[in-house]
């Protein structure tokens, strides 16, 4: 069709493809914009051309919209902004507007055609506007996400647009490349303020990173005198699909580091000034990169991690003394000092069997163990005064219906972390410490108790009952065993394996690697941790059983004494639960070591029963009920 500007308005038709409706052709109350019916002198076919080419009219007028109010955010979130507002929205706008730029020239164009040649066809403006029509319904169906999901802004928008460029159409293609590359602008800002100064530049919560405060175990946060520190953690609504979840993890990793080398004012920034400079240039070239290259990104991303894993390592092993931090803990939370332990559970005994305020409980026991420590000439006060001891109720639940509820099971371990090792001594990294303190503390107190009896026995001149003296060592000897098993075999073995791997490495990432599988070792293989892994569940309570009978067989040497039991069973009663349960344990640990061939499980079982004592006991019995069975017509199964 041949239309001239005198009988349709080429003139009016151009200016309602730039968003602005007139006469003849009119936008009506949805939005769309369409040629007036009462425009005469058109064919059918003329006007459905028109009503086709009108439709750019409308993505043109909505994307213009949404430029007009969010290109201007700025960078402090005020109370008029939309709830979308923010640097990513923005940043997009931005691109939109390169991008329309490449219509409002063709628009230029067809005027300046039309201008020249009043009697062009209406298909050569179709087809100068063709690919618009493939172009604007992809930007109008980006902005109504943006618009109707309150909750897409930020990295979020990243992701719609990479979802978006996934097209065969190639200057659609095309043109979501540019609009990504506008939005990462904002993305390697915010990605710079991160790994190069560690501080979160986002007032829009638009980053895959964001700012906790940290708190401690009693929701106290950590106070020292460079402030509170900082915790941050990831935002996973945040990250992008294409960037590896294991990538995120480095960049939170570097951006915690560097804010770790900041964090103490006259401290020497272990990050250089040429690490620095190297960091910006690795940035500035992925930014200058057209399209988003995920393998150059990962492989930038490594670097800088390695770099900053040396710098942290120093840090910890100069300035943070982690060799002597690791060697204080071994001593209080894991019991090493066994001579302080000894002296200290003889004197708070007492005290524990006695209601108290909290405040002053905490005092009082802090006092009797510092009295303990200095009692055994140890000259060193600083490291003592490092710990503190406090109730924390709740902790642990007794297992024994039987038990009373004991100061004992509240009692938990403190450490006041410096910096910079409070990035490896997390609240999560001391309760894991407070629940193996805990563990061995009941075990030691079991052993003392034990061992307590026998001192009464041999100093009263009173003849006690032979079973309850017999009784006592076969349990005491059960409790040693496990003692030495713990000490030596699991808690001295894998504290050398993380000094070995220590001293090899110079990466921090590999020292937190190292320290998380030695507290996962010693979890798993002290059996005294009701956490333990699930198919050792049963050693564990076994275990916890037997120490529970130290207890009932100790408080029999000294009935008039006050006791954490309502009842104790009679000794034939216990000599019954400890014939039970060792026999048991020995089942188990014999099956368990000869499905799963650990070194440690097996070195438990020649702890308990080196000379096979209890496994031909049980074998003997096993056999027994066999016979028994055989006698009275069927088989019956044991436990044993």
Known sequence: AVVSTQSTGYGDLLLALSGHPGSIFVRDSGGEFHISEDTPCLAPHEAALLNRILKIAKYYYNILGFTNVHRNTIKIRR??????????????????????????????????????????PLSLLQFHLDKFQNIFPVLANIIDEIRTNEHMKGCKILELLHEQSACGIP????????????CHSVFYQ?????????????????????????????????????????????????VPSYINPRVIQVIHFIGSSVHIFGAKKHSTNPLQKDDEDYFVDLLEGLQRKDKFCTIEFERVIEIMRGKVAQHLYSLMMNEGKLLETLEL?????????????????????????HSFGK??????????????????????EDHVEKFRLKFVSGMTKPKSPEKLPSKWNDLTLAYDVQWPLHVLFTNDVMCEYN???????????????????????????????ADLLNLRSNVAYLIDQL???????????????????????????????????FLGEIQAWSFLSEESDSSMSSVSQLIDSVIVLGFQTASKFNETAESEFKEVPSVKKLEILYEQAVLIMVALLESSAARQHNSLMNQLLLRVDYNGFFS???????????????????IKQSTF
């Open 483 to 517: 003692q030495y098993y713990l000490h030596v075999d699991v808690l001295e073995t894998n504290y050398t394996v993380l000094l070995k791997e220590i001293k090899e490495t110079k990466d921090f990432e590999a020292i937190k690697k190292a320290h998380n599988k």
């Open 329 to 353: 803990f071994k001593d209080f939370f894991l019991l090493g000092r066994g001579e302080l332990f000894l002296a200290f559970i003889d004197s708070a005994d007492n005290m524990m069997k």
């Open 616 to 634: 031909t006991k049980r074998h003997q019995k096993k056999e027994r009920l066999r016979q028994a069975g055989l006698q009275g017509g069927t």
């Open 79 to 120: 109370t008029k902004d939309p709830p979308n507002a923010g640097q990513y929205t923005a940043a997009l706008c931005v691109g939109l507007e390169k991008g329309l730029k490449g219509y409002r020239d063709t628009i230029m164009t067809l005027d300046a055609l039309v201008r020249e040649n009043p009697e062009v």
């Open 190 to 238: 915010q990605l710079s303020a991160w790994v190069l100064h560690g501080q979160v530049k986002d007032f829009f919560g638009e980053f895959f990173i964001r700012d906790v405060p940290s708190t401690d175990v009693d929701g106290t946060p950590y106070e020292n005198e460079g402030g509170l520190y900082a915790k941050y953690d990831i935002n996973t609504d945040m």
């Open 171 to 182: 200057f659609v293609k095309d043109l979501m490349s540019e609009l990504l590359q506008s």
């Open 435 to 465: 629940k193996i303190f805990m563990g061995l503390l009941k075990l030691s107190r079991c052993q003392i108790a034990l061992q307590t009896a026998w001192s009464v026995c041999t100093r009263s001149g009173y003849k006690f009952d």
């Open 359 to 380: 405040k002053s409980s905490d005092s009082d026991i802090n006092r009797l163990f510092l009295k303990s420590y200095t009692q055994l000439g140890f000259s060193n």
